[in-house]
């Protein structure tokens, strides 16, 4: 072995990595064979890499030789976590890659880490990549809960680092689905897919919609009372602020908006206004259709495709023109977007802001008492809202009150986030830090930080880092043409995101306003599996046939001729061989193989079965007109006869003596003997063959009146070959 190796003990050949690498591609070479190859090349097989910066335990876990893999871990110790230069991969993500289970599962028992690669992904989120997931096909699925839970707005659930699915919740209730959750700062509502709606928290006020202000554990069915419909009642979307709730349902095909929950603002849009509202109670007070509704601190929303209306304490996030009245105690009509040419797309609220988008792209921004439109460069698909001032002379209360910056989140339909501030009043680009693309569908954002799920179900948070702005940056805009298409790194926010683990369904993500407790939808498991797989159609039959049609004496590829009569078939050894071991002895005792008292039809007809599993005559019908005409008779001494123009029968020792057409009659020298037809007569064949599967089918029919019939019923058992077949 010393005689092999050109290199020292602590070689670094990549030309020696590449040899390793390309004899493990290598099929007809044993595990044990690898194992001594390896020794001869390298003194150090198992530190050096291919140009790619493979190791020979990459591409063995990449082709699945499991064995290759123990003996390069127990006998070479190599690293088991090594990174190839192209991807950041590991042994297990190439195995995991390529489905190579037998070589995953052997590095998972000798402890391979769970790495991320240059992407930032983990080997099991690389078999998660072949799931057929699109969150846009999905409305409802499983919550996954994790945050501090101090207020017991999750119930009794423990407090999680990471997201876990919520027990409390899919236990109780199995055959819910959740559409939306609503996480406050003391509760927590939840829409199903079903319509109903659950809550639970401290339920002091009323928040919860009971009926009681005591604090509920686990989640309750909230029910809705109204003497005038006695159809069932659907929630559709809810909407919480820290002391109420908003519901949107559908009665009759016809929108309705409740409320529950302390009244102190006139946030209930009841009038006379009650100090709390205990159980969801209908509001009158609109003539318009609606999509959604909003619950802030302060102020509550309902709104439809053409209209909005506000109430609640009038601070400057309602929409209204400044006055001298304190709350708006009546849901009101907000005029300045009213007979708009462009439908309301979205609306979003904070304790100090009202946002409203457009199908247009248009944004408004109602706040201190003014409408701030920021235009359009491209069309959203959805925005959020955080923080934003109020009038502190209306109520002392405000004055207490931490006012965090207006910031405004939107998400265009390319999967851009652009982001708006008070600080730095323009829709500014924000940056990933992502070394893979990435492609937000939902976003939603609290004070601390931003979060979404992505187009492959993947859920993102981070955080924000504003951008330093130069002097004389607008001079500097101006003069850019439409030529500059790159960013520069100081005209956009950075964001450092972080992947949350466990979340490879995702539909949405939401959290409380302060990013305490977290809450995602995902799609369950089995969704997009409900489908069986179609199986593409198999063209080996055909192609088998095909091969038996074109083979010619001529061609290059055929290696065995038989010579029935006249007639010459060329076909192919191994083929042929594989029906039976006289076949086989028979195919390779010389490459031209007479066949005789066989009619050249049968043969063809024989040979037609071996290539594809069936022939003409095992198929009920019709028979063609060719096999039709081959009927022959057989007397004592088991030679072959055939019939002659005057009904004589005269013997015969060479079959291809036999005209096309013969029809036997009765004679004298036939009434001892029987008649043989084509399904018999390829019957015979098989059985001189030792083709048993053929000859038991072939027994099960017979041709009358020139049609294939089938006397008997059978049943095939499938094993490694053609079918056997049981007949009844």
Request: with cysteine.
């Amino acid at each position: 072995m010393m005689d092999f190796c050109d290199c020292a003990d602590k070689c670094k050949s990549s030309e020696h990595g590449e040899i390793l690498c390309i004899s493990l591609t290598k099929r007809d070479v044993t595990d044990a064979e690898l194992c001594a190859y390896f020794n001869q090349i390298c003194f150090c097989c198992e530190a050096v890499r291919d140009t790619f910066g493979r190791t020979a335990l990459h591409l063995a876990a990449s082709v699945g030789r499991a064995n290759v893999v123990k003996w390069l871990l127990r006998r070479k110790q190599i690293n088991i976590n090594a990174k190839d230069f192209e991807s950041g991969y590991t042994a297990l993500h190439r195995s995991i890659f390529y489905g190579k289970i037998n070589a995953a599962v052997t590095l998972l028992k000798a402890g391979a880490g769970n790495l991320l690669d240059y992407e930032n992904l983990t080997c099991l989120e690389h078999a998660m990549k072949n799931y057929p997931f699109s969150p846009s096909n999905y409305e409802d699925g499983e919550v996954y809960v994790w945050g501090t839970n101090s207020n017991y707005i999750f119930g009794i659930q423990q407090a999680r680092q990471t997201p876990d699915i919520w027990d409390i919740f899919h236990k109780e209730y199995q055959f819910e689905f959740v559409k939306q959750i609503n996480l406050g700062k003391f509760h927590c509502v939840v829409v199903t897919g079903s319509g109903n709606t659950y809550s639970c928290g401290h339920g002091q006020g009323g928040r919860l919609g009971l009926g009681s202000e005591q604090t509920i554990l686990t989640p309750k069915l909230i029910k809705f009372t109204d003497t005038q419909r006695q159809s069932p009642i659907y929630c559709i979307q809810a909407s919480i602020a820290r002391d109420h709730t908003i519901f949107l349902t559908e009665c009759d095909d016809s929108y309705q908006i409740w409320s529950c929950g302390l009244n102190t603002h006139h946030v209930l849009g009841i009038n006379p206004p009650p100090q709390k509202q205990l159980t969801p109670k209908r509001l009158s007070h609109f003539k318009h259709l609606f999509d959604g509704v909003c619950a802030a601190r302060y102020h509550s929303v309902a709104w439809g495709p053409k209209a909005i209306y506000t109430w609640g304490l009038h601070g400057g996030q309602l929409g209204h023109d400044q006055s001298t009245q304190k709350y708006i105690t009546i849901p009101k009509l907000i005029t300045r977007l009213y007979k708009m040419k462009s439908d309301i797309q979205e609306v979003v609220v904070s304790s100090g802001a009202t946002v409203v988008l457009l199908t247009s792209g248009d944004i408004f921004v109602f706040h201190e008492y003014q409408c701030r439109i920021l235009p359009p460069r491209q069309k959203l698909l959805g925005v959020a809202v955080v923080g934003g001032r109020l009038n502190t002379s209306l109520d002392t209360s405000l004055l207490v009150e931490k006012n965090a910056e207006l910031k405004i989140l939107a998400l265009t339909q390319h999967g851009k986030i652009l982001l708006w501030q008070e600080s730095d009043p323009h829709l500014v680009r924000c940056v990933l830090s992502c070394n893979r693309e990435i492609l937000p569908t939902q976003i939603y954002m609290n004070i601390c930080e931003i979060l979404f799920v992505d187009n492959e179900g993947e859920a993102f948070q981070g955080t924000l880092k504003n951008r330093k702005k130069k002097s004389g940056e607008s001079s500097t805009a101006a003069t850019r043409n439409a030529f500059h298409r790159f960013i520069d790194k100081d005209e956009c926010h950075f964001v450092k995101i972080t992947k949350l683990p466990r979340t490879h369904r995702a539909i949405s993500i939401t959290s409380d306003s302060k990013g305490g407790n977290f809450a995602i939808i995902q799609a369950d498991p089995k969704a997009g599996l409900n489908k069986l797989p179609e199986p593409a159609v198999g063209t080996l039959v055909l192609d088998l046939k095909n091969l038996l049609e074109e083979a010619d004496e001529e061609d290059f590829v055929h290696d065995v001729l038989f010579k029935v009569g006249t007639v010459t078939f060329a076909a192919h050894r191994y083929i042929v061989s594989s029906c039976s071991n006289t076949l086989e002895k028979l195919v390779f005792s010389d490459n031209v193989i007479e066949i005789a008292d066989v009619h050249p039809d049968i043969f063809k007809e024989f040979l037609l079965w071996i290539y594809t599993g069936d022939c003409n005559l095992l198929n009920i019908g019709p028979c063609p007109k060719h096999l039709q005409q081959i009927s022959m008779h057989k007397i004592n001494n088991d030679s072959l006869v055939k019939c002659t123009e005057n009904n004589q029968v005269e013997e015969v020792q060479d079959v291809n003596q036999i005209s096309g057409f013969e029809y036997c009659k009765k004679s004298k020298s036939n009434k001892e003997g029987s008649v043989k037809d084509a399904v018999r007569l390829l019957q015979d064949l098989a059985k001189k063959f030792e083709i048993v599967n053929l000859e038991k089918r072939l027994s099960m029919f017979t041709i009358k009146n020139g049609q294939i019939v089938q006397t008997k019923s059978y049943t095939e058992y499938y094993f490694v070959g053609w079918a056997y077949t049981s007949g009844t």
